[in-house]
């Protein structure tokens, strides 16, 4: 079955660029969501179809995919976009989710 | 103004079936490329995907669980349910819905999870 694959966690400065990587076979010739998770709450779509944001999502956040490998980048990253963020994707019918990873702002 | 909400029993035994309700309101699942599915998430786990369910009564299963699950829709009632066979304590989750309707502009297909239900802890013990 096909997986993707997150850092566990990943740290930044407020104001700071923040990068989270997503890896899967051929990754970039699907397209890939976004979702942030902030404690006690449900999944929030932050990018969708590799690139594009939602209305209401801040600039800061913005997505590329190429080859085995979609980033997500928060720039000038703030204190409330702590959260965890999982990447997914499709794989034939079925929605795959990557593992997760904890954004830590400090 | 679209919702979800899940509901079904906070507490099962092992080996019990699970049935979980979604009502929501603000589309309908008979509108061409709208699509509800489930997802679960242990406690302090990832999110994993189970099941979807097409306006054209199209059903797909996670591979690792299909023999377990059975997804269903009444159009009627606004109301997607899902049954989950032989619960186990590491079915232990949050299980949640959401919408998944599926784009195509200019013939390139895409689909996202747009709104989601608050999602509803199911505890299997005995």
């Known amino acids: 079955s096909y997986e993707l694959t997150q850092p566990p966690s990943v740290s930044v400065s407020p104001g700071q660029t923040a990068s989270i990587t997503c890896s899967g076979n051929?990754?970039?010739?699907?397209?890939t969501c976004w979702y942030q998770q902030k404690p006690g709450q449900s999944p929030v779509v932050v990018i969708y179809?590799?690139?594009k944001r939602p209305s209401g999502i801040p600039e800061r956040f913005s997505g590329s995919n190429s080859g085995n490998t979609a980033t997500l980048t928060i720039s000038g990253t703030q204190a409330m976009d702590e959260a965890d963020y999982y990447c997914?994707?499709?794989?034939?019918?079925?929605?795959?989710f990557g593992g997760g990873t904890k954004l830590t702002v400090l | 103004q679209v919702t979800l909400k899940e509901s079904g029993p906070a507490l099962v035994k092992p080996t019990q079936t699970l049935t979980l309700t979604c009502t929501f309101s603000?589309?309908?699942?008979?509108?061409?490329?709208?699509?509800v599915s489930w997802i679960r998430q242990p406690p302090g786990k990832a999110l994993e995907w189970l099941a979807r369910?097409?306006?054209?009564?199209?059903?797909f299963y996670s591979s690792s669980l299909k023999t377990r699950l059975s997804i269903s829709k009444d159009t009627s009632k606004n109301q997607v349910v899902l049954t989950m066979t032989n619960m186990d304590p590491v079915d232990t989750a949050t299980y949640y819905c959401?919408?998944?309707?599926?784009?195509?502009?200019?013939?390139?297909?895409?689909?996202?999870?747009?709104?989601w239900g608050q999602g509803t802890l199911v505890t299997v013990s005995s």
């Open positions: 051929k990754l970039g010739d699907k397209y």
């Open positions: 997914q994707a499709w794989d034939s019918s079925s929605v795959v």
């Open positions: 369910i097409d306006w054209d009564d199209d059903k």
């Open positions: 179809q590799d690139t």
């Open positions: 959401a919408r998944i309707p599926r784009y195509c502009p200019n013939g390139v297909c895409y689909s996202f999870f747009d709104y």
């Open positions: 603000g589309f309908s699942l008979t509108t061409s490329g709208m699509r």
